[in-house]
């Protein structure tokens, strides 16, 4: 952006906004003030030149609904959200950008492109947002970076529910940084992940992105991804803001049946951490509506709370389509114009991934008396706002210096690559050992089995091991016969290089999703040949129905996908111990699957790496770590069964023929070591409703390898004025003790950390006794004591303390923590 004109031999002065000496607000409201109202509509529009939705997701849909013949269920009215992206799509970017531009979509991540060939995109689509407007206001840049940055050839990390299952604030900090500087150094700005929707059913397609079932886990996470993504200069996007991971029956966008208490105390903690304590610049809308409500046209939850109460200034972006679902699914608005009106009242900012809400109409209601001109200085100044941060107002920004060093970026770098690895190793769940685990153990006499069977679908299929928004199975798929672009070794082959003098055979068994028994017999003909079978089940992961877990890819129950159940049964019935693998983005009911196994295994989609860390954990070379942010089911129904439930969700002998007692609990791990919990001390007997008291417990490594031990704390109010969880994490540490080390684990609980929204909907810290529980998990408590809450009733807002600091004190030489 020039600061001179040498035209006539004249020197044009730069205007104030373009002056990096002035505060950033002076800056913006000069800007504001030199733009016409087309210019400030321009800036709450997107546009994607590479837009793929629907493009085989809508076919193959249109194809199944057309072979089964079955009676179609009458849909609104409304094109297919796939066909208004592509009539947004014949708009040209000169066009689209004739006053400005708010934000270019996905420029690197829509088609496989190496760094080079996507910074040249992008340069050239600035360049055009640049020339076509009178003021040259570069637009925004925005990516998908749940697993990595979503482009060909970049590292692809674990999902999310991987993460929680390290139960690591700090590993996931540094993913973070990693993800934010490959970002930044592409020339991108914004970076739309993470997803802190807390699961309440595990029938959900998406549980996957997510970090687990508690709003504590999640909300300490998600702020650790946020300050690691901040850090690295990159915006980071809160989603889905809110109640999405609670829609009625596990579908994708329904409705979501949820009473205003149970949104403040489960869904909204992780934002409003993640805001407080990670700094995030931006928010994006849920899809969902909440009791009739749909999220962007909710001014309660966008401006009230989000602004007024919590303080946030950054911007609030809809989700791709979501303020045209507001007319064509939800029904609110008559048309998309008059979407546009209720999301930008209610206090969306922008809209992506193009605009078809926020459109040129906006401009005619302003001009008319119909719409206040506020309102639109409302959204722009705070999109113009984050411009100014990340430079892009400054005199000497170009789109080539923005995206300077990308050609030479590694985007799977070994450093990359070294995190991705630490990251699988720590979330693999050991759930039970069995007879069979580690396969190898000097200490015990054990040798690697001479003959292993590896049977499974999941077992040499790379993409198994990715979430659906990893770029080889979000976009790949639409390129047929590209290689994945990344080294991602199977299981099979990862099991054949920790074990070279093991003769490993493979059979697959089965698909993934498909009903085909053919491959049965094969498959239990190597079992029985064999000394040892390893069985890899589980999913892979699609869009819309293309995969068994992702985005639209919800499910009945919790049975394993097609028949794979089936085989495991079957290979059981050879007489060879089998040890099962669950490699999946959800949990599945292993009631019948466990007594009979030799050795179950939980991985949640481990990444590029994850077969290594998989294998590693079976061998015993890698110390098992990881914990369960999500409990596994004992049976395929009765859903919801998340842990966090009232007595009577949680208790039901003598009441309900429906046991909803998990298999394995929320925080279950077991390792190839033991730990003991014990010698609990609380500071204080009785504590003020504005008080703080430190909990301590000493945790002991019992046995003769090196681990990781979580020590979580939970809390119950066991009478309040509302019904309350039977137990809610409160605090939770991983300490790494040698053999025979120990470490006394403190936590400094204020009185805040047990507020709830009582029943006129505020909330408090009510006095009363309050139950400690410290263990290994969520039902593996043996550290108990009850602290009193003395003193008044205190009301309690955004300036609450929202975490439980912990301290831990070595209390051995050779032990060390994290």
Not at 48 to 65: I, P, R, S, T, V
Not at 451 to 467: E, F, K, Q, Y
Not at 578 to 606: C, D, I, K
Not at 720 to 749: K, N
Request: glycine share 12%; net charge negative; hydrophobic share 40%.
């Amino acid at each position: 952006m020039a600061a001179a004109d040498s035209r006539a031999g004249t020197e044009r002065v730069a205007p104030r906004w373009q002056d990096p000496e002035l505060p950033v607000s002076d800056r913006v409201e000069a800007l504001l003030a030199e733009m016409t109202v087309a210019e400030k509509v321009a800036q709450l529009g997107s546009r994607w030149l590479g837009n793929f939705m629907g493009h085989e997701a809508g076919d193959d849909a249109a194809a199944d609904a057309g072979e089964t013949g079955e009676e179609q269920v009458e849909k609104p009215q409304v094109a297919p959200l796939e066909d208004l992206f592509e009539e947004a799509g014949r708009v040209p970017l000169e066009e689209a950008a004739r006053d400005g531009l708010g934000h270019l979509t996905r420029v690197y991540g829509s088609r496989p492109v190496s760094a080079r060939e996507g910074a040249d995109l992008l340069v050239a689509q600035q360049h055009t947002v640049v020339k076509s407007s009178r003021l040259g206001i570069p637009a925004l840049a925005h990516e998908e970076c749940l697993t990595g940055v979503n482009t060909y050839g970049a590292t692809v990390h674990p999902a999310p529910l991987a993460w929680a299952a390290a139960f690591d604030p700090e590993l996931v900090r540094r993913l973070g940084g990693a993800i934010g500087r490959d970002m930044r150094a592409l020339g991108v700005h914004q970076g739309l992940a993470p997803v802190l929707d807390v699961v309440r059913d595990y029938r959900w397609g998406r549980v996957e992105e997510t970090m687990g079932e508690d709003p504590y886990l999640v909300s300490m996470l998600g702020a650790a991804y946020v300050g690691g993504l901040e850090g690295a200069g990159v915006i980071a996007t809160l989603k889905h803001f809110a109640g999405y991971s609670a829609a009625r029956g596990a579908r994708n966008h329904g409705p979501v049946p949820m009473g205003r208490r149970e949104l403040m105390d489960v869904i909204l903690p992780p934002f409003e951490t993640a805001i407080a304590v990670g700094g995030a610049r931006s928010v994006m809308n849920s899809y969902s509506d909440i009791d009739g409500v749909p999220a962007g046209a909710d001014p309660w939850l966008l401006t009230q709370l989000l602004r007024e109460e919590w303080g946030f200034t950054g911007t609030v972006v809809s989700d791709y389509g979501a303020l045209a679902f507001l007319a064509g699914m939800h029904g609110i608005a008559a048309d998309f114009d008059e979407a546009g009106v209720l999301a930008l009242g209610a206090g969306i900012d922008v809209e992506l991934p193009d605009t078809l809400t926020f459109g040129r109409h906006l401009e005619d209601r302003v001009r008319r008396g119909e719409l206040p001109e506020s309102l639109l200085d409302r959204a722009v100044r705070r999109l113009l706002t984050q411009k100014v941060e990340l430079g892009l107002l400054d005199p000497g920004w170009t789109p080539e210096g923005s995206a300077a060093s990308a050609a030479s970026r590694d985007l799977d770098s070994p450093g990359n690559r070294e995190l991705a690895r630490e990251l699988a190793e720590r979330s693999v769940v050991l759930l039970d050992a069995g007879s069979a685990l580690p396969l190898v153990d000097t200490d015990a006499g054990r040798r690697a089995p001479g003959r292993i069977a590896v049977v499974g679908p999941c077992a040499a299929d790379s993409r198994t091991l990715m979430g659906c928004y990893a770029f080889p199975n979000h976009v790949l798929p639409r390129h047929p016969g590209l290689p994945l672009g990344i080294s991602a070794p199977t299981v099979v082959e990862a099991l054949r290089g920790e074990l070279p003098d093991t003769e490993i055979v493979f059979e697959p068994g089965c698909d993934v999703r498909e009903e085909d028994r053919s491959g049965f017999a094969a498959a239990a003909a190597a079992a029985r040949g064999a000394e040892l079978c390893v069985a890899v089940v589980g999913d892979r992961a699609g869009l819309f129905g293309n995969g068994t877990s992702g985005e639209g890819c919800d499910v009945d129950d919790l049975r394993l996908p097609g028949v794979q159940a089936e085989l495991l049964t079957e290979l059981f019935a050879t007489g060879t111990p089998v040890v099962v693998v669950v490699l999946s983005g959800r949990p599945y009911a292993l009631g019948e699957v466990h007594p009979r196994a030799a050795g179950l295994v939980q991985a949640f989609m481990p990444g590029q790496e994850g077969a290594a860390a998989i294998t590693g954990v079976l061998t015993g070379r890698v110390q098992p770590a990881g914990r369960l942010p999500v409990q596994i089911p004992r049976r395929p129904g009765g859903q919801p069964g998340t842990y966090l439930q009232p007595p009577l969700g949680a208790h039901t002998q003598g009441i309900s023929s429906v046991d909803p007692t998990p298999l394995f609990p929320f925080g279950h791990g077991r390792s190839y070591t033991t730990f003991e919990i014990g010698e609990l001390r609380v500071s204080a007997g009785d504590v003020p409703t504005d008080g703080e008291f430190t909990v301590s417990a000493r945790v002991r490594n019992t046995g003769a390898r090196p681990g990781r031990e979580t020590v979580q704390l939970y809390l119950r109010d066991p009478v309040a004025q509302v019904t309350r969880p039977v137990r809610q994490l409160t605090g939770f540490q991983q300490v790494e003790l040698a053999p025979g080390a120990s470490a006394r684990v403190s936590f400094r609980v204020h009185a805040d950390r047990t507020a709830f929204t009582g029943r006129d909907l505020t909330r408090i810290v009510e006095p009363g006794d309050v139950e400690v529980q410290v263990g290994a998990s969520s039902q593996e408590l043996p550290c108990r004591a009850v602290v009193r809450l003395t003193g008044p009733t205190r009301v309690v807002g955004h300036d609450r303390r929202l975490t439980t600091p912990v301290d831990v004190t070595l209390e051995e030489a050779d032990a060390t923590a994290r």
